[in-house]
């Protein structure tokens, strides 16, 4: 018989082992479970990437062909044709006509600078007509005679109207890149042409990718890598073995990576077999290989009486922990983490600094573009900022759209010229899925001890200094105790301008005149807004107007600016001088589906005609939302409102949608204008605006003329109408008057 002693330890024995093997079980599938995790946050990751890298494809050849159809429709190469003489004798003449030709080729390479590298015109049997190389119009002999050998050639004289072929790619002759072509078929007065450009490869490149991410594009054909973002890259084997499978799209692993991919076959229009895939380092291809299950237990079984409460008790703690310390979406310390942080670098004296960071105008992007879209740009904003900046700073998420980066070590003056390099970064434009969003930020900057010797002092001295960045349109502003403005004063200053859009003699508009450059005469005035504070003065539009745009306040000073504009364009017509007004519109008027109602009630009830209401756009208000804001402008068209679109040439739109806005005029930034005298790049891209607004059927206005010789070049090259200090300031309206009546003649009125 077994004694009790016995059976007690029996008892202990089985107790020990079953005990022993559910520990053994819970860690074996927590490697296990932990291991899944891993892998499948990896290839979520590397899903991120390749739909990225697919989506810039997608959205090149769209605005390949795109912007393919805009050059076959340009009249230019029509009035070529139909001009009289061989295309031999037309070129050696040179002159007027072949300047036209070369500035709708030179347009695409000033465009889109280091992407677009050469443009050419070439006739049916293979004769070159023009060619543009990096802007510069090639000379009529170093022209070609045997253009009709190329690969794209016939194939793009077999297309239909509209079509674009795209030819494989190679290696340029004249700017020894790697390129891809794209060619369209000219048709005009019995004659046949081909407008061609090219496409550098490395303007495909992705930039680095945080986790050692890689993206590739692989030519389906010899599995040979022609782009990639670790620059050098010719060959992998890893991705040649994915490629010759045959496979369209999935996830494997070979040699030790692990590879998401999927083919973009080549079409009729498209020589292009390509494939795109996302890559790293697989998980699972370390320590674990080997290790069977059984021997994981073995070594478990011996620690784990040791270990196992330990280890547990430290993963929950982490767990706790990073919950609590690290924002859920970016995956970057909170407010909380960098807090303590913070503390931690300004014990004992030394020096750090915090740079706090606004994504300006972010609700706009959940508002038109949706939250997933919007998480998706912080998540992309989190791994710019991380990569920027240095190795031993800290980047966190603050806020809804607010970032800081501690930066220990660094005094106030490092810290202003990191930040910038840090806006830089955010600069460039974002590609979110399907969709190319831009941002502006403001940043500030405090520096410790001299800022604040705590942590709390110094992030809200950063904080402070964002927002009198924001206000004042800086860019950047360091903590200066002077202007410490803080929440309530801005809270005040919003209240200010809620009372002063009720008011009469604290919102006001100056104008500046607009003038015809053929005549000399004024063809219109632009209506400018300014503030008279009861107690601070005058304030400048740049220190109110972004506040307000930031706040549901825009609304009510549109519709108040448009009243005094149209009452006073109203009281110039009944004086006998009918004089168009101009007013600038804010992005949330053209979200606005009933703005376009607001407006024409407007004019009924003050009585002005209809054509002496000019209504001005930007290009990144219409790239807000272009289906929204096309709609308003048709209904604002349709109604006989004139259209302007302002500051062209610092925007991002499409030239698909720019052929498509129901515009009548074209106003030229005065970044370029003003230095179109002295740098050649300038002049060029303002003689290229002016073809391309003629081209399209509008009125050129150039902004920011200082001066006569500014002016006389831009009647040379026919500009329309001028506007800038050289002719008037902006003035109230009874100086304007005044200005008016010392004129030698009248203004027109523009139907």
Request: hydrophobic content about 45%; some cysteine.
């Given at each position: 018989?077994?004694?009790?002693?016995?059976?007690?330890?029996?008892?202990?024995?089985?107790?020990?082992?079953?005990?022993?093997?559910?520990?053994?079980?819970?860690?074996?599938?927590?490697?296990?479970?932990?291991?899944?995790?891993?892998?499948?946050?990896?290839?979520?990751?590397?899903?991120?990437?390749?739909?990225?890298?697919?989506?810039?494809?997608?959205?090149?050849?769209?605005?390949?062909?795109?912007?393919?159809?805009?050059?076959?429709?340009?009249?230019?190469?029509?009035?070529?044709?139909?001009?009289?003489?061989?295309?031999?004798?037309?070129?050696?003449?040179?002159?007027?006509?072949?300047?036209?030709?070369?500035?709708?080729?030179?347009?695409?390479?000033?465009?889109?600078?280091?992407?677009?590298?050469?443009?050419?015109?070439?006739?049916?049997?293979?004769?070159?007509?023009?060619?543009?190389?990096?802007?510069?119009?090639?000379?009529?002999?170093?022209?070609?005679?045997?253009?009709?050998?190329?690969?794209?050639?016939?194939?793009?004289?077999?297309?239909?109207?509209?079509?674009?072929?795209?030819?494989?790619?190679?290696?340029?002759?004249?700017?020894?890149?790697?390129?891809?072509?794209?060619?369209?078929?000219?048709?005009?007065?019995?004659?046949?042409?081909?407008?061609?450009?090219?496409?550098?490869?490395?303007?495909?490149?992705?930039?680095?990718?945080?986790?050692?991410?890689?993206?590739?594009?692989?030519?389906?054909?010899?599995?040979?890598?022609?782009?990639?973002?670790?620059?050098?890259?010719?060959?992998?084997?890893?991705?040649?073995?994915?490629?010759?499978?045959?496979?369209?799209?999935?996830?494997?692993?070979?040699?030790?990576?692990?590879?998401?991919?999927?083919?973009?076959?080549?079409?009729?229009?498209?020589?292009?077999?390509?494939?795109?895939?996302?890559?790293?380092?697989?998980?699972?291809?370390?320590?674990?290989?080997?290790?069977?299950?059984?021997?994981?237990?073995?070594?478990?079984?011996?620690?784990?009486?040791?270990?196992?409460?330990?280890?547990?008790?430290?993963?929950?703690?982490?767990?706790?922990?990073?919950?609590?310390?690290?924002?859920?979406?970016?995956?970057?310390?909170?407010?909380?983490?960098?807090?303590?942080?913070?503390?931690?670098?300004?014990?004992?004296?030394?020096?750090?600094?915090?740079?706090?960071?606004?994504?300006?105008?972010?609700?706009?992007?959940?508002?038109?573009?949706?939250?997933?879209?919007?998480?998706?740009?912080?998540?992309?904003?989190?791994?710019?900022?991380?990569?920027?900046?240095?190795?031993?700073?800290?980047?966190?998420?603050?806020?809804?759209?607010?970032?800081?980066?501690?930066?220990?070590g660094y005094r106030p003056a490092a810290a202003e010229d990191l930040a910038r390099t840090l806006q830089?970064?955010?600069?460039?434009?974002?590609?979110?899925?399907?969709?190319?969003?831009?941002?502006?930020?403001?940043?500030?900057?405090?520096?410790?001890?001299?800022?604040?010797?705590?942590?709390?002092?110094?992030?809200?001295?950063?904080?402070?200094?964002?927002?009198?960045?924001?206000?004042?349109?800086?860019?950047?502003?360091?903590?200066?105790?002077?202007?410490?403005?803080?929440?309530?004063?801005?809270?005040?200053?919003?209240?200010?301008?809620?009372?002063?859009?009720?008011?009469?003699?604290?919102?006001?508009?100056?104008?500046?005149?607009?003038?015809?450059?053929?005549?000399?005469?004024?063809?219109?005035?632009?209506?400018?807004?300014?503030?008279?504070?009861?107690?601070?003065?005058?304030?400048?539009?740049?220190?109110?107007?972004?506040?307000?745009?930031?706040?549901?306040?825009?609304?009510?000073?549109?519709?108040?600016?448009?009243?005094?504009?149209?009452?006073?364009?109203?009281?110039?017509?009944?004086?006998?001088?009918?004089?168009?007004?101009?007013?600038?519109?804010?992005?949330?008027?053209?979200?606005?589906?009933?703005?376009?109602?607001?407006?024409?009630?407007?004019?009924?009830?003050?009585?002005?005609?209809?054509?002496?209401?000019?209504?001005?756009?930007?290009?990144?208000?219409?790239?807000?939302?272009?289906?929204?804001?096309?709609?308003?402008?048709?209904?604002?068209?349709?109604?006989?409102?004139?259209?302007?679109?302002?500051?062209?040439?610092?925007?991002?739109?499409?030239?698909?949608?720019?052929?498509?806005?129901?515009?009548?005029?074209?106003?030229?930034?005065?970044?370029?204008?003003?230095?179109?005298?002295?740098?050649?790049?300038?002049?060029?891209?303002?003689?290229?605006?002016?073809?391309?607004?003629?081209?399209?059927?509008?009125?050129?206005?150039?902004?920011?003329?200082?001066?006569?010789?500014?002016?006389?070049?831009?009647?040379?090259?026919?500009?329309?109408?001028?506007?800038?200090?050289?002719?008037?300031?902006?003035?109230?309206?009874?100086?304007?008057?005044?200005?008016?009546?010392?004129?030698?003649?009248?203004?027109?009125?523009?139907?």
């Open positions: 018989m077994i004694s009790r002693s016995g059976l007690a330890r029996y008892a202990r024995t089985v107790a020990f082992l079953l005990g022993l093997l559910v520990l053994i079980f819970s860690v074996v599938t927590s490697v296990l479970g932990t291991r899944s995790r891993q892998i499948a946050d990896q290839d979520h990751a590397l899903a991120l990437t390749l739909q990225q890298q697919v989506a810039a494809l997608d959205n090149y050849f769209e605005r390949a062909r795109a912007i393919d159809a805009v050059l076959a429709d340009n009249p230019v190469f029509t009035d070529f044709y139909r001009a009289p003489g061989t295309d031999q004798e037309k070129i050696a003449a040179g002159g007027p006509l072949l300047d036209r030709v070369n500035d709708a080729l030179a347009y695409l390479t000033q465009l889109f600078p280091g992407r677009v590298g050469e443009a050419c015109f070439i006739d049916g049997s293979g004769a070159e007509i023009a060619r543009v190389v990096n802007g510069v119009p090639a000379a009529p002999a170093d022209l070609s005679q045997d253009e009709d050998d190329n690969a794209f050639f016939a194939p793009t004289l077999a297309l239909g109207a509209g079509e674009v072929y795209q030819a494989k790619e190679y290696e340029s002759p004249d700017t020894h890149n790697a390129v891809i072509s794209n060619s369209t078929a000219v048709r005009a007065a019995g004659h046949t042409g081909i407008v061609h450009y090219e496409i550098a490869l490395d303007s495909f490149r992705m930039t680095a990718t945080p986790g050692r991410i890689a993206a590739s594009i692989v030519d389906a054909g010899s599995a040979r890598v022609i782009v990639d973002t670790r620059a050098g890259t010719a060959d992998d084997p890893a991705v040649s073995t994915v490629v010759r499978s045959g496979r369209d799209h999935g996830v494997t692993t070979v040699d030790g990576r692990r590879i998401a991919f999927q083919r973009i076959a080549a079409t009729e229009g498209n020589a292009n077999d390509w494939y795109v895939a996302a890559h790293a380092p697989a998980f699972g291809a370390g320590w674990t290989r080997g290790l069977s299950v059984g021997s994981l237990a073995l070594l478990l079984g011996a620690l784990l009486t040791l270990l196992v409460s330990g280890v547990s008790w430290s993963l929950h703690l982490r767990a706790v922990r990073r919950a609590a310390a690290y924002d859920s979406l970016t995956g970057l310390p909170n407010r909380t983490l960098l807090t303590e942080r913070v503390g931690a670098a300004l014990r004992g004296g030394r020096d750090a600094s915090v740079v706090f960071i606004d994504l300006r105008g972010f609700k706009e992007v959940n508002d038109v573009v949706g939250y997933h879209h919007g998480d998706l740009l912080l998540t992309d904003v989190a791994g710019r900022l991380v990569q920027a900046a240095p190795p031993d700073a800290t980047v966190a998420r603050v806020g809804a759209d607010d970032f800081a980066v501690l930066l220990p830089t970064a955010l600069h460039h434009t974002f590609l979110i899925k399907d969709i190319t969003l831009d941002v502006e930020t403001a940043a500030g900057v405090a520096g410790g001890p001299v800022h604040g010797d705590d942590p709390e002092t110094l992030l809200r001295h950063a904080e402070t200094a964002m927002h009198l960045a924001a206000a004042d349109a800086t860019g950047v502003q360091q903590y200066d105790p002077a202007h410490d403005t803080n929440a309530a004063h801005r809270l005040e200053l919003l209240g200010d301008l809620r009372r002063a859009i009720g008011a009469d003699d604290q919102i006001i508009l100056h104008y500046q005149p607009k003038i015809d450059l053929v005549t000399g005469r004024p063809a219109g005035v632009e209506a400018l807004v300014r503030w008279n504070h009861p107690v601070k003065g005058r304030m400048a539009p740049d220190t109110f107007i972004p506040m307000a745009e930031s706040t549901s306040l825009i609304r009510p000073l549109t519709d108040h600016v448009l009243q005094i504009a149209a009452r006073q364009a109203r009281q110039w017509q009944q004086g006998g001088t009918p004089i168009p007004v101009a007013v600038n519109l804010s992005t949330r008027c053209l979200l606005d589906p009933h703005f376009a109602d607001h407006v024409f009630d407007l004019l009924q009830r003050t009585g002005l005609p209809v054509e002496l209401l000019e209504l001005e756009v930007t290009e990144s208000m219409v790239m807000a939302d272009p289906d929204r804001a096309l709609a308003v402008l048709r209904a604002l068209h349709d109604g006989g409102i004139r259209l302007s679109v302002d500051d062209f040439g610092t925007g991002h739109s499409s030239m698909t949608y720019l052929q498509r806005l129901p515009v009548q005029e074209l106003k030229i930034d005065r970044s370029f204008v003003q230095q179109m005298t002295d740098v050649d790049g300038d002049a060029v891209l303002v003689r290229t605006a002016i073809t391309l607004g003629h081209n399209l059927g509008l009125s050129v206005v150039a902004e920011g003329i200082e001066d006569e010789e500014t002016a006389a070049a831009l009647r040379e090259l026919g500009c329309d109408i001028a506007q800038g200090y050289h002719f008037a300031r902006p003035m109230p309206a009874d100086e304007f008057d005044r200005w008016l009546a010392g004129t030698a003649v009248q203004p027109p009125v523009r139907c």
